[in-house]
């Protein structure tokens, strides 16, 4: 018996997971990611998840906020973008200054957490997940700040770490791991399109039950087609594009490079020619003193040639 054909995340999220009712499976993932539970009470809307010309760049943002109020940005992205880091640095920044209303203290500013789920290689590192946010240690004493009890009171914060954004690369393709664990179940699903029958991973029991191809209706399987042939073709056309690239580049380079060796081949053969009519001078030279009886050291200091060279002329 074939296992169950289950679709990708990404066209999940963006096409089928908008209902209030299959939050649990975005709470799920999120929850066992930051290891706390996460209750999502709304998807805000987001333009890079609406369906236009930009589709073609495989990008898929989920923005909701939890029940404290905080912002939880998902981001999958396929294809490579070179300013990543300041893309995210961007999004955060955005969501800050979208939730807050004009002439509203800083004390209604939330917690933002930046999820990237991303489908190429970024950076360099042995691992697959990758997590940070602002620490701040003292430049002295290496002590790290803390808030005061009045502060906590005020501000409603225990520490520095609640106000600050905090980051997650996933990087999918570097997953190589068996499933051990419940986020290593949903790594295996995020690449292989792959879950357990008998799993109890918080988000993945229901996305069995909503995420099925073929419990999909026609009209929807059409539609994941047609998304999964323009996936293929998007990132063959890279593919290419990334190899013309290579082979125009190497092109150029041993252009360049019959360039530059004919400059050093110019260069080397003045070099011998020079020293070659040097050379020819300095026995002229020798011949002249040596007819005029002068000692072979005295040639030899004014020439260069040595006791040897000098007897043979």
């Not at 070659?276 to 007819?291: F, L």
Request: glycine share 6%; proline share 3%; charged share 35%.
């Amino acid at each position: 018996m074939s296992r169950p054909q289950y679709i990708r995340f990404d066209w999940a999220a963006k096409n089928i997971l908008r209902n209030k009712a299959d939050f649990v499976v975005f709470e799920g993932f999120i929850s066992v990611l930051v290891k706390e539970k996460v209750t999502i009470v709304e998807l805000l809307e987001s333009e890079s998840n609406k369906n236009t010309k930009d589709d073609k760049y495989n990008r898929v943002d989920i923005k909701a906020k939890n029940s404290k109020g905080e912002i939880i940005l998902v981001e999958i992205q396929q294809t490579r973008e070179l300013d990543y880091l300041q893309r995210m640095l961007y999004g955060v920044a955005r969501a800050i200054t979208e939730h807050m209303k004009t002439g509203v203290n800083y004390e209604q500013v939330k917690k933002v957490f930046s999820i990237n789920i991303l489908y190429f290689k970024l950076g360099e590192g042995t691992d697959y997940l990758y997590h940070g946010q602002t620490i701040l240690y003292g430049v002295h004493d290496g002590d790290q700040l803390a808030l005061t009890e009045h502060e906590r009171e005020d501000l409603k914060v225990v520490s520095p770490e609640n106000v600050f954004p905090e980051y997650y690369v996933i990087r999918v393709n570097e997953f190589d791991k068996l499933a051990v664990d419940p986020l290593d179940e949903w790594m295996r699903y995020l690449k292989d399109e792959y879950i357990s029958p008998d799993t109890t991973v918080p988000g993945l029991k229901e996305a069995r039950e909503r995420l099925e191809y073929l419990r999909m209706p026609p009209e929807q399987q059409r539609a994941y087609d047609h998304y999964l042939d323009t996936l293929v073709r998007d990132t063959d056309v890279l593919k290419t594009q990334l190899l013309e690239a290579r082979i125009e580049g190497r092109k150029e380079g041993m252009k360049e490079g019959r360039k530059e060796g004919m400059k050093e081949g110019m260069k080397e053969g003045m070099k011998k020619g020079q020293a070659k009519g040097r050379e020819e001078k300095g026995y002229e030279i020798a011949k002249s003193m040596k007819a005029d009886k002068l000692p072979t050291e005295t040639i030899a200091k004014y020439t260069g040639l040595s006791a040897e060279e000098i007897d043979a002329l």
